[in-house]
């Protein structure tokens, strides 16, 4: 069943030249008493009875369901060019390019890529891509530490749980403090932040829209944060860049973020894209892969992978990461998504997010027992408070045919009653109506 | 191999000018040239003290890394910004127009831990063999 | 070929994929807003894909040439398992879908793929469980000695070394030290083993772990292996298997009977998904029985009817290592994979792939040096030293099979061999693909003394020649700009 292109003769021929009888004698290096005790799996199976075991497995995962999930991961839409164009297999079976000469297509791309998260960040260079959000985040934590030689970060607790329990968990044999900053109204208290600051602070994270959908303008703390001389880092969602305040616009030093919403399925979790860019003074603090411009022999244009001293297979135990590869896949993915929408197609697609969402909240604060937050402005996501726990009214939607949101008191204490909803592009005003109704007929 | 007479230096390849209470430092012509086209070097800090055999500075090509132990113990107080626009300097002119720092050394005796130009000569030579 | 933002036509549109029926809202405070345009480029669709198409023909690629690359096991992807992938029942599942209540129901193919894919694991390398999530082979590095580290913690040892041969992976030491440990390298003996004296002398009650890919980056399984772990054991030290090559010991030996206590797997490798130009991989991380209470939350768990859940409880884990289960596309084509391969085809993938490395040995051995001359296992390492007494370095190999066509093998490692030509042809390659190869190198080691500069001069065939990589270096230009 494997993909052995060997005929019996051939591997007889390739056995008298190797000098042996038989393959077994290939693996005599492997003492008897180190032999695997049990490989007991099953046999193999046709490629026809493996898709049909897995498309029953598919089918056993809901699909129909009409998504106002956000908290962070975005049912936004996906042209068809984009899979069309990954699914070359000049792209996905390749490796990191480490061969320039026969890896242009690759370099140039990924060049691109960088060159997009550079535009939509409002910073000066990008790094070929990280894991994902979370990892980008705390990817950019530890240069903050090495940068500033400071251990001492403040998180606002507005940026998503998910992403602070993962930084919490990487540094737990480090020496590195963090301060949590709780939200104020579902947003960032300034005050509270500020207090906190001091000589040891090598950071400040905030995320923009933060966990609640809040949007905010940020650029008062960041001056704030660089009068102590700590970096300010954001983590921003890309799609609302093509409508909000950039994170260089801000001021901040370092961002990242979840790339996800450009062009890549939700996918359970995974494959994802951990973007980041930062101020062309950290470029020698970056982690992973990064792609330069040069020229070759002739004098014509041509990429490589550039500034690896920083890197592992160089640095070693130095290195200002483990990373040894980067989700190139997912990175191509947002840049051929970007590429097709374009420069005016990324705007308006920020502003149908953004109507779709004031509709729904219009639509919402009109359901008897709904409240719709509104303390703060928000892009494509809000919350509101329900008169019951939004887990039972979660559980009633599904059963109507919606995944009607994220309830916060999963992640929050005390806010049981209260649920994140998301609503994109793709929603239209029949779904966010139908919603309404089904919400009305739950409570 | 260039190694100039007036200047004293480490296992490790760098060398120290000594001037009274001062000292300028940089790496060896051997450094660089096993080093390749030098593409970065990171600077101390003026005002850093720095410790004899200790890591304070950087010299990376493409494909390697190298640290830069200091000489002798001390303070730092300059370095040679040319080379931030400039780290093929170190390349071209090891000795003078790509040295990397000066510092002010706190312990003159621990020159005798470094080697003369025939000592370093003959240690080099015993590397290539 | 020119960048995406050179063909920008300011006004030209691709075709819109946003419409909304909502009204038009009342705007953001200009406060909120990006005051900057974006430099993104506007262009028609078939600019685009024009654009991709055109690119990706600039690559070499497993389906486009033989890649023998060294510990990196490029070996064929078979198809089906992409179209598996793009099912929507797999593509379309948000990811918090089974933590709202009653969602639990609707994700119940997703949750099996993963609790059988661990199953599959568990059983393919002898260790007690696995975590799905780590997101590469470097990641699953560090996720596994975040494990020890909590287990030393735990059973309240200070413990502040990790014991890493010089011959290992760059991503070990670095993995170790970002976990913060304390790095020290112990050197390889004459016969290319780990030198064991210097084992024990480094080896202590402040040791850690150690750190072993097996078989080694030589391509050498270490017969002493169980007796390195058992030492470690012994010092109160776990024993860590960077499961890199993997691929060699399929149904041959598995490292939960070797002793190791934390395993990571490369399913990019080992399990044929493709490696998509550097990532999305995964790299799992499976370990002994001590470790369990220790792995990331959440975990997958099969309950008395059948059905699966996710279980957040588990007081001594390390916490979060990803946002959820993995890259679940990844896991899925490997699972697809092993099934379709079965107990008998991965037993086959280990021995054609180890046979194929030991015929490029044997053909190959009269013609370069060969530092380490036994049986390899998937992989064999030579050196061109020799054809570098006539200035012909590994570098210019590399340049000239790409000029014939081929993916160069790795290069310059592992570390400890000068000239290092590192070759993995892997299983799915045929006698004839290897002949070929075979030749072109033959013809190489010819070259190097008949017309050195042949090779110095290569590639001549390729889109751009020989890049200026000290420039790259010197003037970063990493970005665009209008």
């Not at chain 1, 062309?280 to 690896?308: H, N, S």
Request: aromatic share 10%; net charge neutral.
């Amino acid at each position: 069943m494997s993909y052995v292109p060997h005929t019996q003769e051939e591997i007889g021929q390739m056995l008298k030249i190797i000098g042996i009888s038989s393959v077994e004698e290939l693996f005599k290096d492997i003492p008897k008493s180190l032999r695997a005790k049990s490989f007991d799996l099953p046999p193999g199976m046709s490629e026809f009875e493996v898709t049909g075991r897995l498309k029953k497995l598919a089918a056993k995962n809901a699909t129909g369901l009409v998504n106002f999930v956000g908290a962070g991961f975005y049912d936004h839409f996906i042209p068809a060019a984009v899979d069309a164009l990954v699914s070359r297999s000049e792209f996905y079976t390749a490796y990191t390019p480490y061969q320039p000469e026969c890896s242009q297509g690759w370099l140039q791309a990924i060049y691109e890529y960088q060159t997009i998260i550079c535009e939509l960040t409002g910073l000066d260079v990008s790094n070929a891509s990280l894991y994902d959000g979370g990892t980008a985040l705390y990817e950019a934590a530890m240069m903050a530490v090495r940068s500033t030689g400071r251990n001492k970060i403040i998180v606002d607790s507005g940026v998503n749980l998910i992403y602070r329990t993962m930084l919490y968990s990487y540094t737990s044999n480090l020496s590195v403090e963090f301060v949590e900053i709780p939200v104020v109204h579902g947003q960032s208290s300034r005050d509270e932040l500020v207090k906190h600051l001091d000589d040891k602070t090598a950071a400040v994270i905030m995320q923009n829209p933060n966990f609640f959908g809040a949007v905010d303008d940020h650029s008062d703390v960041v001056e704030k944060v660089h009068k102590f001389g700590a970096l300010a880092i954001a983590s921003v969602y890309p799609i609302s860049l093509g409508m909000l305040k950039s994170p260089g616009e801000m001021g901040f030093d370092i961002a990242t973020g979840e790339g996800q919403s450009l062009g890549i399925p939700l996918s359970f979790g995974g494959p994802y894209l951990g973007f980041m860019a930062a101020k062309q003074e950290l470029v020698r603090q970056m982690p992973g892969r990064i792609v330069g411009a040069t020229v070759d022999t002739d004098g014509k244009r041509g990429f490589v992978l550039t500034l690896q001293t920083r890197e592992q297979h160089i640095r070693r135990e130095k290195a200002t990461s483990n990373i040894c590869s980067n989700e190139a896949l997912c990175a191509l993915r947002a840049a051929i998504f970007v590429a097709l929408i374009g420069k005016e197609g990324l705007k308006e697609l920020a502003e149908h997010n953004y109507r779709n969402a004031e509709f729904a909240k219009d639509t919402l604060s009109k359901v008897s027992g709904v409240e719709v937050k509104r303390s703060s402005p928000t892009f494509n996501e809000f919350t509101i408070l329900l008169p019951r726990p939004a887990n039972e009214v979660v559980y009633r939607m599904i059963e109507k045919g919606f995944a009607p949101g994220f309830p916060l008191g999963k992640f929050y204490k005390g806010m049981d009653n209260y649920l994140l909803v998301a609503v994109t592009e793709k929603r239209t005003k029949e779904e966010i109506r139908k919603f309404s109704d089904s919400l009305e007929a739950v409570l | 191999m260039d190694i100039p007479k007036d200047r004293f230096y480490t296992k490790e390849h760098e060398w120290a000018s000594i001037e009274g209470g001062t000292a300028y430092v940089g790496i060896t012509d051997y450094a660089q040239s096993s080093l390749g086209d030098i593409t970065f070097i990171g600077l101390p800090k003026i005002g850093d003290m720095i410790k004899q055999t200790e890591f304070c500075a950087t010299v990376e090509s493409v494909k390697a890394a190298s640290d830069v132990y200091a000489p002798l113990s001390g303070k730092v107080t300059a370095v040679n910004k040319d080379l931030v626009a400039h780290p093929e300097l170190v390349n071209k002119h090891p000795y003078d127009k790509g040295q990397i720092f000066v510092m002010e050394i706190s312990n003159p005796d621990e020159k005798a831990n470094l080697m003369d130009e025939e000592a370093y000569r003959s240690y080099v030579e015993g590397l290539s063999k | 070929m020119k960048l995406i933002f050179e063909k920008h036509k300011e006004g030209r549109r691709g075709p819109s994929h946003a419409k909304t029926g909502a009204p038009k809202a009342k705007g953001l405070d200009p406060k909120y807003l990006r005051k900057k345009d974006t430099n993104l480029p506007s262009l028609s669709e078939l600019d685009v894909v024009r654009h991709y198409t055109n690119l990706s023909r600039l690559n070499y690629s497993v389906d486009t040439n033989f890649y023998p690359l060294g510990s990196c096991t490029m070996k064929y992807n078979p198809k089906f398992t992409e179209r598996i992938a793009l099912f929507e029942g797999f593509s379309d599942v948000h990811p918090l879908l089974p933590q709202l209540s009653g969602g639990g129901v609707l994700a119940q193919g997703s949750l099996e793929v993963l609790y059988e894919t661990e199953r599959l694991l568990s059983e393919i390398t002898g260790m007690k469980a696995f975590t799905m999530q780590p997101m590469a082979g470097a990641h699953g590095e560090l996720t596994g000695v975040m494990l020890i580290a909590a287990y030393h913690k735990d059973k309240g040892r200070r413990r502040k070394f990790v014991l890493v041969p010089d011959s290992s992976h760059g991503t070990n030491p670095a993995s170790a030290a970002i976990a913060g440990y304390q790095v020290i390298v112990i050197p390889t003996g004459k016969d290319g083993y780990m030198d064991l004296a210097e084992y024990k002398k480094k080896l202590n009650n402040e040791t850690a772990a150690v750190m072993l890919t097996c078989p080694d980056t030589l391509g050498i399984f270490n017969p002493h292996i169980k007796e390195i772990a058992d030492m470690a054991h012994e010092a109160g030290a776990l024993v860590y298997y960077d499961g890199a090559n993997l691929n060699a010991m399929l149904g041959k030996a598995r490292p939960g009977d070797l002793g190791f206590d934390v395993v990571h797997i490369n399913l990019h490798k080992t399990f044929g998904t493709p490696h998509g130009g550097g990532g999305p991989g995964a790299g799992p991380v499976g370990v002994s029985e001590k470790l369990v209470e220790y792995l990331p939350i959440s975990r997958v768990v099969r309950r008395g009817d059948g059905t699966y859940a996710l279980d957040y409880q588990a007081h001594k884990s390390i916490g979060y290592i990803a946002p959820f289960y993995g890259n679940f596309g990844v896991i899925l084509k490997a699972y697809a994979y092993m099934l379709r391969l079965g107990r008998e085809g991965l037993i086959e993938a280990a021995e054609m792939a180890v046979l194929n490395a030991n015929y490029c040995l044997a053909k190959l051995k009269d013609y370069y040096d060969l530092p380490y001359d036994r049986t390899c296992m998937h992989e064999c390492v030579f050196s061109a030293s020799r054809q570098a007494k006539n200035g012909v370095h590994a570098l210019d190999i590399a340049k000239y099979l790409i000029d014939r066509g081929y993916h160069p093998p790795t290069i310059y490692f592992p570390l400890i061999v000068k000239e290092a030509l590192m070759i993995e042809p892997t299983e799915t390659e045929s006698k004839d693909t290897l002949d070929a190869f075979i030749d072109v190198m033959i013809e190489i080691a010819r070259l190097a003394e008949q017309d050195p500069t042949k090779i110095k001069e290569a590639p001549l065939y390729m889109p751009v020649k020989r890049l200026d990589e000290t420039k790259a270096a010197r003037e970063p230009n990493l970005r665009w700009r209008p």
